[in-house]
């Protein structure tokens, strides 16, 4: 195999798809990438961790048509390190299963795993794929998927529940700490039925962060659901998922619809004294407690063996009496961060019960969280 390529659109190329290679190697295979011609000027880069797939396609100059299998992390590394604008040459000798890669008077030589090796990432049925705008699922995703248990599981609070129909698209995450819903209105294309999936949050965190940057408001995507995954296909990257199974809480049920205390702040001011008052807060909780009276919020934080924060900020406040509430504000900080509105909206029935925030006057977007009981 031999082709030239543009250090460039390669370098962005191998960063994608780097990201579905193993992280804990059990097959040396799964640390590598599998680079293949599919014409004379097109190739097709993958990795998988076998729950987890990427492909991507880049333009070059296919001189021997073939396939490899290099070193995700070494290949990154010698591509990141090369000059910008240059060209690069590949030559694979399959007998000595050795690479030279070469750019300028740079040259160097990585070993190569059989491509045979390398396991297949089945496309899914792409008949019977659904189609909506991908902009909507983006922001569907970035609004919720922070709220995902982070830990390594199967467990389904480590997915994002997805639900589609021929007009609406809702994601939903939760920890059981929290919980962020997105409901959106959405253009369809194939749907007859409601749609649902439990969606490992790392797969849709990637696929956000390969198509993100670059996504246009028109741009749709493809989605294929069967045999117990899931597939993203745009127009430069073809993403496939495992999908988790069980059954989601029924997390419509933990918000409250009747919420007789309200409060409005400006976003970026409670951000700003969160940051601020946290710095006091104890490292283990991270509590900081916020005050509503006389039009103000306080906040107020302590580490008792090292000291206390207080800041304060302007807050509009309905309630029949002062509120003194507490939480983790780093939870705080995920929701606000994602509220798009300039003022966020707070909703509770005191200071233990299930809070809500919101955008200002878009009831899209909500983001629960349990307040912590201090003395």
């Not at 680079?35 to 000027?41: K, R």
């Not at 910008?84 to 007998?95: K, N």
């Not at 059954?247 to 049920?253: A, E, I, L, V």
């Not at 003194?324 to 504000?329: D, G, K, L, R, V």
């Amino acid at each position: 195999m031999k082709f030239t390529v543009q250090r460039d659109v390669f370098h962005q190329a191998v960063s994608s798809t780097q990201r579905a290679t193993a992280t804990r190697v059990i097959q040396p295979i799964l640390s590598n990438i599998l680079i293949e011609s599919l014409d004379s000027n097109r190739l097709q880069l993958s990795a998988t961790d076998l729950d987890f797939g990427i492909e991507t396609w880049v333009q070059g100059q296919i001189i021997e048509p073939g396939k490899t299998t290099l070193s995700a992390k070494k290949l990154a590394e010698i591509v990141a390190k090369l000059p910008s604008g240059s060209e690069i040459l590949f030559e694979i000798d399959s007998e000595s299963q050795v690479a030279r890669i070469e750019c300028g008077a740079s040259s160097f030589d990585i070993r190569t795993l059989p491509p045979d090796e390398f396991p297949v990432i089945k496309p899914l049925d792409q008949e019977n794929y659904i189609e909506l705008e991908l902009k909507a699922l983006i922001r569907a995703v970035n609004q919720t998927a922070f709220a995902a248990a982070s830990y390594e599981t199967n467990n389904v609070l480590g997915g994002v529940y997805f639900k589609l129909t021929a007009e609406s698209l809702e994601m939903a995450a939760t920890d059981g700490s929290r919980l962020a819903r997105c409901q959106e209105k959405v253009t369809t294309e194939n749907v007859n039925e409601e749609i649902a999936a439990i969606i490992p949050v790392k797969a849709l965190q990637e696929f956000v962060k390969l198509v993100g940057p670059s996504a246009k408001s028109d741009d749709r995507v493809r989605l294929a659901i069967q045999e117990g995954q899931i597939s993203f296909r745009t127009s430069d990257v073809y993403v496939v998922s495992r999908l988790l199974d069980g059954q989601y809480p029924q997390y419509q049920q933990l918000i409250p619809n009747d919420n007789s205390i309200t409060a409005f702040a400006n976003k970026m001011s409670l951000m700003s004294s969160l940051e601020r008052t946290s710095v006091m807060a104890n490292e283990r909780t991270n509590v900081v407690k916020l005050s509503f009276e006389n039009g103000n919020l306080s906040l107020a934080a302590n580490t008792p063996e090292i000291g206390d924060s207080k800041d304060t900020i302007e807050a509009t406040f309905h309630g029949a009496e002062p509120l003194s509430i507490a939480f983790n504000y780093k939870f705080l900080l995920d929701a606000l961060r994602v509220i798009e509105s300039d003022d966020v909206r707070m909703e509770t029935n005191g200071a233990l019960a299930p809070t809500l925030f919101k955008d200002k006057e878009n009831n899209n977007f909500l983001c629960l969280v349990m307040p912590v009981q201090v003395k």
